[in-house]
């Protein structure tokens, strides 16, 4: 099975805020990534969190890491039509630079 | 804009007969990596070139096989392909060694095999 585990669907209105979760295993993960799929398109880096950091916040994102609990979570604030797309958990491990995906979280913005 | 390629977006072959899928980068990364997707799961790191050292995941299947001739193309082959070979294959780069170890990704090539 998988190390890095998310829910697969969320539906949010159109201006709300979406939370998007992940539990991961590794707990000498270095960082933790979030990418997002659009659809017909590769994976593209939205934010990362380095894993002594509690909190990292960019525009619209924060992003929370809970390091005891091994889980993070991606925040999205007034979310829009364009955020529909599957959003990717990703950690890499200590002392390796190779990303481990999560399933993703497929992300429908709802009028 | 630099930027990772890949071609064919779609391809469709035929059971057992052989197919290449490509990928080029003008980033001038020294990894690239070829991933697996298939519908509703994670990506699947098959291989990876470490400027040239080539690195395969331990349950890559032998029927799949990369080259890369230079810093900005490598190939994927897939020597005789099966159903259930077909998925998304996405091409990655990434500048090593350096934090935060990002990845670019491509488009993908989503595969048919018939």
């Known amino acids: 099975g998988e190390d890095v585990e998310q829910s697969l669907f969320l539906s949010v209105r159109e201006g709300d805020s979406s939370v998007i979760n992940c539990t991961y295993t590794?707990?000498?993960?270095?960082?933790l990534y979030w990418y997002k799929q659009e659809p017909g398109a590769g994976l593209q880096l939205l934010t990362y969190?380095?894993?002594?950091?509690d909190m990292k916040q960019d525009q619209r994102l924060t992003v929370l890491l809970n390091k005891k609990d091994k889980h993070l979570s991606l925040r999205i604030a007034d979310t829009q039509t364009g955020d529909s797309a599957i959003y990717f958990c990703?950690?890499?491990?200590?002392?390796?630079?190779?990303?481990?995906f999560g399933a993703g979280t497929t992300v429908t913005v709802r009028a | 804009d630099a930027m990772v390629i890949q071609n064919p977006r779609y391809q469709v072959t035929q059971f057992g007969k052989p197919v290449t899928l490509s990928c080029s980068q003008t980033?001038?990364?020294?990894?690239m990596y070829w991933y697996q997707q298939k519908s509703s799961q994670a990506p699947k790191l098959l291989f990876h070139y470490y400027d040239k050292d080539f690195n395969n995941e331990a349950d890559t299947p032998d029927n799949f096989q990369s080259r890369r001739p230079n810093t900005s193309f490598c190939f994927l082959d897939i020597r005789s392909p099966g159903l259930g070979d077909a998925a998304m294959y996405l091409c990655?780069?990434?500048?090593?060694?350096?934090?935060?170890?990002?990845?670019?990704f491509g488009p993908g090539t989503r595969l048919t095999v018939t």
């Open positions: 590794d707990s000498s993960s270095t960082y």
């Open positions: 980033l001038n990364h020294n990894v």
């Open positions: 990703a950690e890499t491990p200590f002392n390796d630079y190779k990303l481990s």
């Open positions: 969190i380095f894993s002594n950091m």
């Open positions: 990655a780069t990434s500048k090593l060694p350096g934090q935060p170890y990002e990845q670019y």
